[in-house]
């Protein structure tokens, strides 16, 4: 399982950037498709909110790859 894990996180890192690449990808094509107001915004806020979840996406996945999640602990006492 733990294997599993650092395999994920490679899977993790990797689909982060390439989410972000798409994103901006698409809001360009959309907003060159339609460029009024409307649309500038709609994608501007798609873009700033999805950014952040794409960065924390990566570092999950670097922790995952570092083994930070080999053993998680079983009761509230070892947090």
């Known amino acids: 399982m733990n294997q599993l894990k650092k395999w994920l996180g490679i899977v993790w890192m990797l689909l982060g950037p390439v989410a972000i690449y798409y994103l901006i990808k698409t ?4 907003i060159s498709k339609n460029p009024v107001t409307n649309t500038i915004i709609q994608w501007a806020v798609f873009v700033i909110i999805f950014i952040p ?4 996406l990566i ?3 670097y922790y995952a790859f570092k ?6 602990p079983e009761n509230s006492t070892e947090i």
């Open 27 to 30: 809001a360009a094509a959309e």
């Open 59 to 61: 570092i999950f996945g």
């Open 67 to 72: 083994g930070e999640y080999d053993r998680l």
């Open 53 to 56: 979840i794409a960065i924390g």
